[in-house]
Structure formats: C-alpha cells, structure tokens
C-alpha cells in the first residue's frame, strides 16, 4: 500500500503534489518523493521520512514544471531504511521515464530473470516497481517506429505489460517531453481516480491519485475511477485518451482498502469508505448478538481512528452506550504500516492513553477495525484493564486475518498473524479477552458491495483465495523466507 498522484496542469505542479502526498500521508511513512517535468528536463527529490521532514524549501525550488508525480511509500517490497528504494524510478530511454507505483507484483522471481537475460536491463534495487519501469520501457521501446511517439505506442507497449507482470499495480508515470500515462492492473485492485478542472482560458487540467478526497482537496471533478485494465495518457496540453488495454479485465477492488487503509472521506470504485465501515458495524452488531448476552455490555468503545463509524453503528444497533475511551497522540504515525514489529509494540502506548474513568468496574466491548499480528490489540486489552475494566471483548470489524496478502499489504508471513492457525477462543487467551468476537466473511462482502454492481472483492488475507490465480503455496513459501532471511 502506498499513496500516488499525477497532475497535467497549466501552472507549477510542485506545491499541488505536495499538498496531495500529504493528504495520502496515512497511506505511507517510510519515504517519499516527488518528480516534474519543466519541458523534456526531469527534477526529482525524494528522502525517508514523512512529508513534512523529507522536502525542504531548496527542494520546492528546485521541482520546476507544469507536469509532475509524487509518491509516500509504506514499504512491501524493498528495505524501508534504504533511501535508493524510494519512489519516484527513472530510467533515461525511451525518451526518460519516471514511475510511481502502489501495489505488489508477485512474479518478481521470473521478471528479474528476463529483465538480466532477455531484456538486457539492470536494476539497481530491490523494488518491485524499478522492475516494473524496466519492463514498461522495454515494451515502449519495442514499439516506437520513427522518433515521435503516439498514444498507440504507448498503449500496446502497456498491453504488452499486462501480459508480463502479475499482481496488483496502480501506476502513475512521465515521458519526457510527452506527458503522463497511467494504468491499473486488469483487476483493479489497488485504486486509481481521474479528476478534471477547467481553467479561466478554458483549458482541461487533470489529476490521478490513489483516493478521491485528493480531487475534491484540489477542486477537481471527479470523473471516474481509472477502469481495471485501462491506460489513460494525457498530452502536455491537456488532452486526455484512454483505451483498455487488457483482454478480460474484471474489478475485484482490495477489501482492506475500505476496512482501514483509505481515509473515511474517501470513494474508491463507487463506494464511500465511511458508509461501508458504517455498514460493518451493522453487521457486526448483529454477530455480536447471536454470541453473547447484550445486557452484559455496559459501553462500547473504538480504537480511533478507522473503527470509529464501525464502533458508533454497533452501539446503536445494540442500544447500548459509546464512550471514547481511548485518547489518541495524533502525532505517532499508523501502527500497522511501521517497518518492524519492536517499533509497532513500542508505539502503542505511546499513541494510545486509556482513560481510567470510562473503564473503571466496566463491561466493555471494544471495536477495533482489524486484527493482524495482534502486537497492538494485546497492549490495548491490557491497558483496558490497568484502567479498571471489569470484563473485556475485543471484537474486530474485519474477519480473522489468516493468510498472507500478497497484494500491497505488509502481511507476508503466516506466522506473524496471530489468527493462522488458530480457533477464536484461542486468539482471545493470546490477547487475553474475555471474549472475542469477528465480523463474518460474508458480512464484509456484502457491507462494502451493498447497492454497486460489484461481485468480489479481494479478500485473500481472510479466505486464501488469491484473485490473480497465480499465487501458489510454493510462492508463499517463497515469500516467507525471503522476508525472514
């Protein structure tokens, strides 16, 4: 999971990527960057670190032109503490390409082969998406004709890499001296939003970006979301084309994208992520109720911020009273996206105080949006008790996270998720709940699709079942290793 946006504009672009990386900013911490375009001439900068740390006023200067992209980066592939696995890549032919990318690819292995033996390319890191820019400006390259370059070039030479990666891939990118394209795999998993502004003269200004509250922040029109499998180019002038460029594309959005990645104020494939967590938590209170005594439940409470409208729909439902217990220190960043687990433990308390008068001699149900390794709910349940609570259920708007996600969420490992493995009453001794109580798969599907036409979800980390069909138990396996070594 990271954060990316494009923009075509009429204008400088540097303060308008800034200001949309740091409304993504919870979609990434470890890094950021951002890259322009003042005519066929590149200016990039990027660093570790959060938005506000990472980009100086030297840096702001130096980002000139009316085209550019930017990136904060929540690291899947690549070591978080290397500054060279930061986004933007470049790579100098055809013409100069820079590239964003938010998402996974899960044949790394077999690219990394036929980048070196086939394509005869060299990539200097360890990221997926360097990978992916090789392969992007291999085809391309493979396309141009004469010296100018057409949108129909550069939409045969993404058909081509459809048939090459796999995995998920939202993909923001420049060339030199052309404009800006940008795709989305052919099951759309990861999102990507295309806005437009008219200026006074009355020309199109364009934006892409991975969540809708970026457009609406900027005072563009939300046009549509980026379909699965389509290109979209924009010229330096501001005229936009688009065309499918994959055979059998089919949206199967990621579903922890509206379990607790993207911001509520956000729309992501025609869904408001707020009304879907609201729609959980009416399901959840209905779950909630066919495994315990409701009369036994003095309060209900969140984990603030993302299973707060979850925890408000379950205290209504119920009819029982909500209370915020937990005081949040807004200045620690997400838990679950920091690079290790030490750093995850030690944070919890520090971005959590429970208040010791709404816990004192309380039942209390706790409302969390998800349970993944478990290192934070365990601090939670035992702050709840040092601060007086009675009795302590820990309910979770998601269903047990049993398996891998593979698709651009640091979930790798089996063994760090505290559900593989093992029945509910167990996962309630580990965090030492009284009670433990899960939304239903079921559920899920049917609170984030309710009233869009949408089928299926990508809901591989609760069920196992890979959406792309190439994820094998040997690849797992794989991926296992390589993460622990």
């Not at 000139?64 to 929540?74: A, M, P, Q």
Request: hydrophobic share 40%; glycine share 8%; net charge negative.
């Amino acid at each position: 999971m990271c954060g990316i946006v494009g923009i075509v504009s009429t204008e400088p672009v540097n303060q308008q990527i800034y200001d949309s990386l740091l409304l993504l900013q919870h979609r990434g911490q470890d890094s950021t960057g951002i890259a322009t375009a003042d005519g066929p001439v590149f200016h990039m900068a990027k660093a570790r670190g959060q938005v506000r740390e990472a980009f100086r006023t030297r840096d702001m200067r130096s980002l000139l032109g009316n085209l550019g992209l930017g990136h904060v980066r929540y690291t899947t592939k690549g070591a978080a503490e290397r500054e060279e696995e930061a986004q933007p890549f470049y790579v100098n032919a055809p013409y100069g390409i820079i590239l964003v990318h938010n998402g996974n690819l899960t044949n790394t292995r077999e690219l990394s082969g036929d980048l070196f033996s086939i394509d005869r390319r060299h990539v200097n890191s360890t990221s997926d998406t360097e990978m992916l820019l090789n392969v992007l400006a291999t085809e391309l390259q493979g396309q141009i004709k004469g010296l100018e370059l057409d949108p129909d070039q550069v939409f045969r030479a993404v058909e081509l890499v459809h048939e090459r990666v796999e995995g998920s891939y939202a993909v923001i990118a420049m060339i030199a001296g052309y404009g800006l394209l940008a795709f989305r795999d052919p099951f759309g998993i990861r999102p990507l939003i295309l806005g437009r502004r008219a200026t006074e003269a009355g020309k199109d200004e364009w934006i892409v970006a991975s969540e809708s509250l970026v457009l609406e922040n900027g005072d563009y029109e939300v046009v549509r979301d980026v379909e699965p499998g389509e290109a979209i180019f924009i010229s330096l002038d501001g005229e936009m084309v688009s065309r499918q460029c994959a055979p059998n594309p089919r949206l199967v959005p990621c579903s922890f994208e509206y379990v607790y990645l993207a911001r509520p104020d956000s729309i992501m494939n025609g869904i408001s992520v707020y009304e879907a967590r609201l729609r959980m938590g009416n399901r959840l209170a209905t779950t909630i109720e066919t495994h315990m005594d409701k009369g036994d439940i003095d309060v209900v409470m969140p984990i603030p911020d993302s299973s707060r409208p979850a925890a408000m729909q379950v205290a209504q439902k119920l009819g029982i009273e909500y209370r915020e217990g937990f005081y949040k220190n807004r200045y620690v960043g997400r838990t679950f996206i920091m690079p290790g687990q030490a750093q995850r433990r030690r944070s919890v308390r520090q971005k959590l105080n429970a208040m010791g008068m709404e816990f004192k001699g309380k039942n209390v149900l706790i409302v969390d949006d998800s349970i993944v390794r478990g290192t934070t709910s365990k601090e939670i349940v035992e702050m709840a008790r040092a601060a007086g609570a009675n009795e302590v259920t820990f309910t979770s708007a998601a269903p047990p996270v049993r398996y891998p996600h593979v698709y651009g969420i640091n979930m790798p490992s089996r063994q760090e998720l505290i559900a593989h493995g093992r029945r509910i009453p167990e996962i309630a001794r580990e965090l030492d709940a009284d009670h433990m109580i899960y939304q239903e798969v079921a559920d899920l599907q049917a609170a984030i699709t309710q009233g869009t036409s949408i089928e299926q979800l990508d809901m591989s980390c609760f069920t196992g079942d890979y959406v792309t069909g190439t994820v094998t138990e040997e690849y797992l396996e794989w991926v296992e290793q390589t993460q622990l070594s």
